[in-house]
């Protein structure tokens, strides 16, 4: 520990200057404000002496807690690789360098206040830009002042760490897709807007007072402004329609490309041939709905990534060992039978051998767990685990991607593209029997009408083609699926796409993960066995958790209530092993039974955790810590057991089957000890044996799992960190809800059915004036956008008003701290 | 009546025009971020601080 803090006495709650946080036992006083840590205390006095105390006049306590912060001056080395800088910078000329950080701590209006004001703190700096949805910080800053490392640096002493990872130093994505819908719409609109204005006279008839010149000039206007319409925004339902037919199926694309073809050409024909007016207006205006329907669908939560691998999560360098010496390499460069260092809160990014004596490993981003595992000389220590306490050295035995938990990402089930199934989907099994109906009914009038007149049977043949263009079919879907993923993201449950949602409504079997999923980190069952506790023993131990950031601390801290704790002196905290000190003349210890010497010593981890209490040199005790499962879990689980077969799947041994048993039901088919590698195994059967498996999941080790289920749904607690790839992220503290929302993408479903209902009437009224041959413009111009508009509405109230109804909409917001 | 053919250019230059600024605004990238410039408009009017001048000092 560093300098002892001045305490303060005092009754009312006293909250940190900077970060709010509670500090009621050890204020620091400066300028008359209390910091929690001399970490806040720094951030103050930096941002104090730059003049940018405006930080905190924006909003109150703006700035995250430093508490846990390592300071440590060689950590960035890694950025002076000429390599690394490459990689990460966006752009770079003589003078000036560009560079995106990505900085999850980004949470207020004064967040981005002080990173746009950084060129106060750093000269070199010309430019720096905030997105906050994003929460990336864009930096223009000049090569000879200064260097990527002394920006990181500062960003990270100011409590703005930026996340630098392996997966940063990839290629980068581009949303150049999203931009391009963007402007087929802007066109079709434009188009479809003028169109509109030429052809109102037709309907009115006014351009028999305006004379015959403007009707053809209208006309030949139109034509102009409709191939901008057919040849550049209609060109995604082409290509796609085309794809398909090149599969020999029918999807979705292939009767809305063939209503465009026949809309178009026989517009072309009216106008050239006959002298009449076409439909080009029709045209217009079915693309520009088609595509508003299109984008609606396209939502997505920037913030969340859904893709990331075990690269998003490890560091980009490591400190080698070379002879004593330090070096910092990046992790890419990394080879077997290297010797690393790791320090306290660092990763470990390869399976390795411990050389140390011993290390208490913190699997919780592969496993949930987040009690730190013992570990001896020569045990190997897999990659993904974080070490708690002294710095250790290890010797690297495989390469980082080839450990056992990384070596996941080289199944078969992540090299298999991600074939986007729409096919799947029910609008393109409709689409198939749809198109076929269509022709059938548009050749059996062009027979029909044949025997007596050609060009009637060709009339009639092309309206049926134009006016049973499915445009409320296939606007019925996007707009009902766009509206589920928004009312689900209201209610902190965020889907990748659109699909997700019918995916979800088929589902059948429920796998889920124990630990970090159904159980909470921070829901600890505390039983305490051994001598009765007195009063003051109690705040001793309390005062002696206090001291501590370890889990089992916490959660002892949270068992033993509201006790006033005492003050102690020469406290001292043993990391991975116990925390000592005395108060008065005694002595007090808590730990773990080998580090206090009593208890069995058979270290089976069979029985959970357990901490051991020892004052004066007697044992008192034993806390027994069990994890216990998140709020409404007991409620939900046997509930959804009605409908689902449910599964558990745990890396853990089964000392805990007969608790879960009791709060899950019997109806759980548990299985224990699975490897991340048996996880995605025992999915795979599942699945081959035509069950339609939902996987629930955190961590890395679940990541297998998560891909080879039909839908994989991370479980974060903070949906910002850190979570293996997935086709959803749930908000921990909303996976009771996982039955309403299955429920709700089960009526997604029936709304879409009910608006093809809908629009199967229009199309019926519709193909019975076509095969009469009695389609005018203007009717066209009046059945289509209705029937479009209708069929929005209808999802859109029919969706809101179900989730209303469900109690979906309630559910507060997420905020984004 | 023939003041409309030209009236009809004139109309079709604008909309066309301003569809074109759309473009270009979205080539420059106004519309990436819809969030961050709305709270960054609030930060000009200069927040008066009462601890500008003071030196950080630690109370004992």
New interface residues.
């Given amino acids: 520990m560093e300098e002892m803090p001045?305490k303060t006495e005092k009754s009312k709650i006293v909250s940190c200057f900077h970060c709010g946080e509670n500090c009621d036992d050890e204020a620091?006083?400066?300028?008359e404000k209390n910091f929690c840590c001399t970490g806040c205390l720094t951030v103050?006095?930096v941002l104090?002496?730059n003049?940018l105390?405006?930080y905190?006049?924006?909003e109150a306590s703006p700035g995250s807690n430093q508490k846990k912060k390592e300071i440590r001056d060689n950590r960035f080395d890694y950025l002076e690789d000429e390599d690394v800088i490459n990689r990460l910078i966006d752009f770079k000329d003589d003078e000036q360098s560009h560079v995106t950080f990505s900085i999850p701590m980004i949470h207020c209006?004064s967040c981005?206040?002080l990173l746009?004001n950084l060129y106060k703190l750093e000269p070199g700096v010309t430019f720096s830009?905030?997105?906050?949805?994003?929460k990336k910080v864009q930096i223009k800053y000049l090569s000879k002042e200064t260097s990527l490392k002394s920006i990181v640096k500062l960003l990270s002493h100011i409590g703005y760490e930026p996340r630098i990872n392996l997966s940063d130093l990839g290629e980068e994505k581009s949303h150049k897709t999203n931009?391009k819908l963007?402007?087929q719409l802007?066109?079709a609109g434009?188009c479809f807007?003028?169109m509109m204005?030429f052809s109102l006279p037709e309907y009115f008839s006014e351009t028999e007072l305006?004379?015959n010149g403007?009707s053809h000039?209208f006309n030949y206007?139109n034509i102009i402004l409709a191939l901008p319409v057919v040849f550049y925004s209609a060109t995604d339902y082409f290509r796609s329609a085309w794809i398909a037919i090149r599969n020999r199926s029918v999807n979705m694309d292939v009767p809305i490309a063939l209503g465009i073809i026949s809309l178009f050409s026989y517009s072309l024909f009216e106008i050239f041939i006959s002298g009449q007016e076409g439909y080009l207006d029709t045209l217009g205006g079915l693309l520009f709905f088609l595509l508003v329907g299109k984008y609606y669908q396209q939502k997505t939560f920037d913030t969340l990534s859904f893709d990331r691998d075990y690269k998003a999560y490890f560091p980009i360098a490591i400190t080698k060992m070379i002879k004593d010496r330090e070096q910092v390499i990046p992790l890419t460069k990394l080879n077997v039978g290297d010797i690393i260092k790791v320090r306290n809160e660092e990763l470990v990014p390869a399976d390795s051998i411990l050389l140390e004596s011993e290390a208490s490993i913190d699997y919780s981003f592969v496993t949930g767990e987040e009690i730190p595992i013992p570990v001896k000389k020569g045990e190997l220590i897999y990659a993904g685990g974080r070490q708690k306490g002294a710095a250790i050295t290890l010797a690297v035995q495989k390469s980082p991607s080839q450990g056992y938990l990384t070596d996941l990402w080289n199944n078969e089930a992540f090299s298999k593209d991600e074939q986007e199934d729409s096919l799947a989907s029910m609008a393109n099994r409709i689409s198939g029997k749809f198109t076929f109906t269509v022709l059938l009914i548009a050749f059996g009038a062009l027979l029909y009408w044949s025997f007596n007149d050609i060009s009637l049977g060709v009339r009639a043949f092309t309206s049926v083609l134009i006016i049973t263009c499915p445009c409320a079919l296939a606007m019925s879907t996007p707009f009902t699926l766009g509206n589920v993923m928004r009312i689900f993201g209201k209610g902190g449950f965020y889907l990748k796409n659109t699909q997700v949602i019918e995916k979800l409504a088929g589902i059948n079997t429920l796998v889920f993960d124990k630990t970090g999923t159904l159980t909470a980190p921070s829901k600890a069952r505390v039983s305490y066995h051994g001598e009765n506790l007195t009063e003051e023993s109690k705040s001793m131990v309390k005062a002696l958790v206090n001291f501590s950031v370890h889990p089992l601390s916490n959660s002892i801290n949270q068992w033993s209530g509201n006790v006033k704790p005492v003050t102690l002196d020469n406290v001292e905290e043993i990391p991975g092993k116990g925390l000592q000190a005395s108060y008065k003349s005694k002595s007090i210890s808590l730990g773990s039974a080998l580090f206090l010497g009593v208890g069995s010593i058979d270290k089976v981890n069979n029985i959970g955790n357990e901490v051991h209490l020892v004052i004066d040199g007697m044992h008192w005790g034993v806390f027994r810590i069990a994890s216990s499962v998140r709020e409404g879990i007991e409620k939900m689980v046997p509930e959804l057991a009605k409908s689902y077969d449910i599964h558990l799947l745990s890396g853990d041994h089964n000392h805990e089957e007969d608790y879960l048993k009791q709060v899950l039901g019997e109806n759980v088919s548990m299985h224990f000890q699975q490897s991340p590698k048996s996880k995605l195994a025992h999915i795979r059967r599942m699945e081959n044996t035509g069950k339609h498996v939902l996987m629930v999941g955190d961590g890395l080790n679940d990541a297998g799992a998560l891909k080879a289920s039909e839908v994989g749904i991370a479980v974060t607690d903070n949906i910002s960190h850190f979570s293996p790839a997935s086709d959803a992220i749930l908000d921990g503290k909303k996976l009771s809800y996982l039955p309403d929302y299955l429920d709700f993408a089960k009526t997604g479903r029936k709304i879409i059915k009910a608006s093809f209902g809908l629009s199967f009437t229009y199309n019926a009224v519709g193909v019975f004036f076509a095969v009469q041959g009695l389609v005018s413009p203007v009717l066209c111009a009046i059945l289509m956008p209705a029937s479009s508009i209708s069929v929005v509405l209808f999802t859109t109230i029919a969706t809101n008003f179900q989730a209303y109804r469900k109690g979906l909409n309630d559910k507060e917001m997420i905020l984004w701290k | 009546m023939e003041v409309i053919f030209v009236l009809i250019g004139i109309s079709l230059v604008m909309a066309g025009g301003f569809l074109w600024l759309f473009f270009k605004a979205m080539k420059g990238g106004q519309f990436d971020d819809q969030h961050t410039p709305a709270i960054r408009i609030l930060f000009d009017q200069k927040t008066k601080s009462k601890a500008n001048k003071k030196t950080p000092k630690k109370k004992k």
């Avoid at chain 1, 830009?129 to 994003?134: E, L, P």
Wanted: include cysteine; charge should be negative; proline fraction near 0%.
């Fill in positions: 001045t620091i006083m400066c300028d103050y006095e104090n002496d003049n105390c405006d905190y006049a924006i209006a981005i206040w746009e830009r905030v997105d906050f949805i994003k931009k963007i402007y802007a066109v434009f807007g003028n204005f305006l004379g403007f000039l206007l």
